[in-house]
């Protein structure tokens, strides 16, 4: 099948694991029966492939995220690249150009558009191969995913099916209700919406250029930042008549705040913690080195990152934003193409990094204005360009560039290096 | 007056602030007029300096505080160096023969010996003042400060004086009493025995040569090792009959625990932090850069250093000792005679450090079994010296040395470098 993946924006609602750069989906938190962990996006990538060795998955998300996604899933991945942001109708009209322009996907070939970061089981995607398949056949033009309510949530949009069969005409669409409310839709036999869809590649193509004046998907990309913004519901779903909705029984989390992120963690403990008896239902996620300590705590979150500590009563981890938002932190880790870096030091006029390479893995870049870089190699084998002349580089090694001198490095094996910049 | 300050060992009931080479005493924590915060014994020598500019303060302690001493006392104040920990007896009698032999201070001169780390007002030194005069009188050979109780603490030694005048001969001594059994005592009139007695001179230099065989300072000083650790209450005052007690009314705390200290402190939080409008009752000290976000937290106390992270239940953190005495954590601070470093960064084979020197710090060492040591200077000037040449360095210089080279700095200025060690 071919499915989108939609890669929403940064977010602090995880922080301090997430940040401007860093977006939750990337965050290495899930246990993997080899004992490693892997992040949202990782684990999604791996049931997709698992369920259907044949699928194409193509990510939708912005210029800042294609490093990480290149680290974490490597480069067989397809990514429609948003040159800025411009909500989900945008996305996925780019998405679907680039789908028929740049993959050569044909117009009666059926898509399934779907979030990056569901916490779901294989089921899920069996499902999903599904509604590719009803896509295809082509008896509505839309066909949803609506997922069996389990408690009358105020958090999800509904879907009313017009019927209870497997998959059912949609009546109407209703926002996120109240709990009175909500029980009242899910009596009528409503379903949560899930923002999972399929569609021929030819029927959202259509659509955008009814929407969009553009040619194609060169064309559609020069032109995004002029596009406005407008979410797929507003702009397509709501104007469709021909809706069809499928029914999912499975399990569905959507995991975007701490308390329903800890739920979902297989043990209590991430990383250096100790937890003493007298805590009750702690939950510690500690990125740093060092160990957290836990004495006599009840309904606890402690989350320890680089760039700050979270330590909150559960419930009220999901009230995290407005204190987050305003927090003009630096960015102490991020992922590359080549690694990851980590901000060991700054203090004005200089700063220190630590450069974890991956085997293979490139960077180039040249010196700016500063007085000196400077590269202790720490471990690993490599071979750097400075001003266009190649040398290899080893363990204990030290280079040192002046203002302008453009620099390379290729790693041949893992590589760690210690840079330190003096402006 | 003559004051004698014990400082004691390291101890990690303040982890992750004290570890095994910071000792509680020198934590900076307590707010100054300045808005600057001073550790515990620079408070008590700015106390004492400020009621008796006269005094002569001798610090009793081991080796490995010394640099932290003349870092945060400057080079004024005299030290007794322990050659390794014997006790109080052994200590007191080092100190003794030290400002006997050393300082030249007269037998019949008295001596105030107290610990280096409690938390009072201006009036406890008042107080040690009229206990130096007493002790000068010679009415009694030992004279004990007795703190007025404030309650039936299990936690301290109690005095019992014959009657209840200002000045009193001692009746007895009682080790750590029940809570019952404290109340009793209290009714008949026991002082809190806070550790803080004054003697002349000669009077300890007498008790030292009965139970130990020595000549002199220099002599006891190289013998100290092979020297019986005992208290100075079990080898002195146990036997001694005429000793008097002056009572103290004023302050007196013990913050030798998280909850007593934080009592201690002005502000609930120290360094980098956030806490919601829920939060009742939480005290954060952050050393770390980055924030600490406390959400609906009650009664809690979060502590944060490059060493670990602590989140405990205020009562419950009195008992943290088991859980930390066990952990094997690399030093990550230390105070140096010629400033301070951070360890940014180990991985096997190297190590990254920040060296922070103060105006007018030198250092010198020589590369032992290493690649390379790198330094990266970030800020400040100084001179050099590279196996005897000296040369100047500043901002954005880089200094690489092979095995054997011996190396020096002297900072012009307040200097900061990165220093990479590959092995």
């Known amino acids: 099948m071919q499915i989108v993946l939609l890669s929403g ?17 990337f965050i290495k938190i899930f246990k993997t029966e080899t004992g490693d962990y892997e992040s949202m996006v990782q684990r999604v990538y791996r049931q997709i492939c698992k369920v259907d060795a044949n699928s194409k998955v193509t990510i939708a998300t912005s210029e800042t995220q294609v490093s990480a996604i290149h680290n974490q899933l490597g480069n067989a ?5 948003e040159p800025c942001r411009r909500d989900t109708f945008p996305a996925i009209a780019l998405a679907t150009a680039y789908l028929h ?37 082509g008896t509505a033009n839309l066909t949803l995913m609506g997922i069996e309510p389990t408690y009358p949530s105020e958090k999800y949009g509904y879907i009313i099916p017009e019927g209870k069969e497997q998959v059912s005409v949609v009546r109407t669409f209703k926002e996120k209700p109240t709990e009175e409310v909500a029980k009242q839709y899910i009596a009528e036999g409503a379903l949560w919406n899930g923002g999972v869809f399929a ?20 064309d559609l990309f020069a032109k995004y930042e002029t596009l ?19 029914r999912f029984r499975g399990q569905w989390k959507d995991l975007g705040t701490w308390n329903t992120l800890v739920e979902a ?35 606890v979150i402690v989350s320890a990152s680089a760039e700050g500590i979270l330590v909150s009563e559960i419930e009220q981890s999901s009230a995290i934003k407005p204190y987050v938002d305003h927090l003009d932190q630096p960015i ?17 006029g200089s700063k220190t990094l630590k450069l974890n390479m991956k085997a293979g893995g490139q960077m180039d870049s040249q010196c700016q204005a500063e007085k000196s870089r400077v590269w202790t190699i720490l471990s690993g084998e490599g071979v750097a360009t400075i001003n266009g002349k190649a040398q290899s580089v080893k363990a204990g090694d030290v280079l040192s560039f002046a203002q302008g001198t453009s620099y390379g490095l290729t790693a041949q094996t893992a590589l760690s290096l210690i840079e330190t910049v003096v402006f």
């Not at 991945?77 to 690249?81: A, K, N, R, Y």
């Not at 406005?228 to 519901?233: A, C, E, G, P, Q």
């Open 77 to 81: 991945v397809g990514i429609s690249v």
């Open 9 to 25: 924006g940064s977010g602090k609602r995880l922080w301090p694991l997430s940040n401007d750069i860093r977006s939750k989906q």
């Open 265 to 299: 963690m297989d043990e209590p403990t991430m990383g250096k913690a100790i937890l003493n008896d007298q805590c009750q239902n702690v939950h510690v996620i500690n990125e740093l080195d060092v160990p957290v300590l836990c004495m006599g705590l009840k309904d």
């Open 228 to 246: 406005t913004k407008i979410s797929f519901d507003y702009a397509v779903v709501e104007h469709e008549k021909s809706i069809a909705v499928m």
């Open 199 to 218: 569609y021929k590649l030819g029927y959202v193509l259509n659509r955008a250029h009814e929407l969009i004046d553009f040619t194609d998907y060169n």
């Open 101 to 137: 322009d740049v993959m050569g996907v044909r117009e009666d070939e059926a898509v399934v558009v779907c979030p990056v970061d569901p916490y779901v089981e294989d089921d899920y995607f069996a499902a999903l191969k599904q509604l590719s398949d009803l896509a295809e056949k």
């Open 332 to 348: 102490m880790f991020a992922e590359k193409s080549w690694g990851e870096y980590h901000v060991l030091d700054v203090q004005s």
